[in-house]
């Protein structure tokens, strides 16, 4: 299983017991002391994985920031950690907007973006004093002029464009195309371009675009890149509109299995920043900020899950399921986009390969699969698997299902671990319940 150890963190290794460690820590030891399932963040992969952005895209394009899509994961030790990496943060909602507080993350370099913000969480935003409010439609558009009007503030926005590109990606994480949920079509992005320049409660600073998700093409971005500064240079013409900011979004695509190798940042970083800096000298263009918003790229493979084995079932000339102690309440990416893991024997890097198994989870659904036909040594039970790329997109789309508590999260480095969110426990499964009498 050595054959997989490049899809975990950099400073995974197998230790003098056969174990997988990952930053120092043996991962045996990890599941024992904290329990399973156990999420674990490697710092260091976490921290350079901030630089492999920040210096991919500063290298071909100086004017450019790194807001890190905080949906992929966040909570108050990883909000401090992008904070001291220099990083902004891009948040959906009051309750990312909440963690950031609470990390006290910088507030002006927060991005805030959703496709049907709430009244409150505007009225919360510019409270705050964030950064950008990245305003999706018209409605959204009409509510913060007035809400800004009223306190007497102009705040900066950008507009999310829909630049009708298909960055071919699954469906459900596909959104640059122009039947989606989010972002203005073209049309409407005029109108809107018109409404903010005449606002004197609204500071049109640039225009966004994010197509999708695990997009392992370039292209699709060049081609976003393309739509968006021309509709720029339009509509300079039209009503005096200045693009300072081109927020290309995120989407960089990282290696989930061996057979799946995902291009390096600095392939993105060349590609796009060269576009920009050729398609503004043609349209006569002032350079604007350039803003990408990594979310999977800057966490994915820091983070790794770790569960026990329990049950192994054999279906003679069928299958063999080895159940482990999580599944589908802790990720549901399997089930959700038939996304495809790998996996270890943690606590048996060295064992030889025995045959197929496929790794259920012990939810009550027989879609609660996380691995299908994966070649693995003889599991039993008591083995801890470990899944690499874990770290986007698991924890922060878990649920209770089956009244299951979500995981502990571990952050290991120079041979530390330090829990960072401790497992649930019963009474936060009761604790939002109130007393109530039948009659
Ligand atoms: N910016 C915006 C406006 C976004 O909507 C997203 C992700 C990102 C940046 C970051 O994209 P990333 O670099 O992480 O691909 N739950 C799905 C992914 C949903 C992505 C939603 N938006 C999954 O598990 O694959």
């Not at 399932?37 to 994985?49: G, I």
């Not at 950031?100 to 973006?113: C, G, K, V």
Request: glycine residues 10%.
């Amino acid at each position: 299983m050595l054959s997989r150890l490049p899809l975990f963190p950099i400073s995974s290794q197998i230790n003098e017991a056969g174990h997988l460690s990952i930053g120092g820590c043996d991962t045996v030891g990890l599941a024992a002391e904290f329990g399973t399932p156990l999420y674990l963040f490697d710092e260091s992969n976490l921290r350079s994985s901030c630089a492999e952005f920040r210096n991919g895209f500063g290298r071909f394009y100086p004017d450019s920031k790194v807001v890190y899509a905080c949906k992929a994961f966040i909570n108050r030790a990883l909000a401090a950690i992008f904070a001291g990496e220099g990083l902004g943060l891009d948040v959906v909602s009051a309750g990312e907007l909440a963690i950031a507080r609470s990390a006290d993350f910088p507030m002006e370099r927060i991005y805030f973006h959703g496709n049907n913000k709430s009244a409150e969480e505007l009225e919360q935003a510019l409270e705050l004093g964030i950064g950008r409010i990245v305003v999706d439609n018209l409605h959204e558009l009409k509510m913060l002029e007035e809400i800004a009007g009223r306190r007497g503030l102009k705040p900066d926005i950008l507009l999310r464009l829909l630049p009708g590109v298909d960055p071919h990606t699954h469906r459900y994480i596909s959104t640059g195309i122009i039947d989606s949920k989010f972002g203005f079509p073209l049309p409407r992005a005029e109108e809107a371009v018109a409404q903010a320049m005449l606002s004197s409660s609204l500071n049109l600073v640039g225009l966004h675009s994010h197509i999708g998700s695990l997009i392992f093409e370039v292209d699709p971005y060049l081609r976003a890149v393309d739509v968006v500064l021309d509709f720029a240079v339009a509509m300079g013409e039209r009503y005096g509109f200045k693009i300072s900011e081109l927020n290309i979004g995120g989407g960089y695509a990282i290696r989930y299995t061996m057979d799946t190798p995902a291009p390096p940042v600095s392939n993105y970083a060349e590609a796009i920043s060269s576009r920009i800096t050729t398609r503004c000298r043609k349209l006569g263009l002032a350079l604007p900020r350039l803003i990408v918003e990594p979310g999977r790229a800057i966490v994915g493979r820091s983070g790794v899950a770790l569960y026990k084995v329990g049950a192994v079932k054999d279906i003679p000339g069928i299958r063999r399921y080895v159940a482990v102690d999580g599944g589908m309440g802790d990720n549901i990416r399997p089930a959700l986009y038939e996304a495809r893991y790998e996996a270890v024997a943690a606590n048996r890097m060295n064992a030889e390969e025995s045959g197929k198994v496929t790794i259920a989870g012990k939810f009550c659904e027989s879609g609660d699969v996380l691995i299908r036909d994966i070649v693995m040594p003889a599991l039993s039970s008591g083995d801890i698997v470990a899944l690499p790329c874990c770290g986007a997109y698991c924890l922060p789309m878990a649920s209770n299902y089956n009244a299951s508590l979500k995981p502990a999260v571990v952050l290991v480095g120079e041979g530390k671990a330090r829990l960072i969110r401790r497992r649930e426990t019963f009474d936060d499964l009761t604790g939002c319940d109130l007393d109530w009498k039948a009659g």
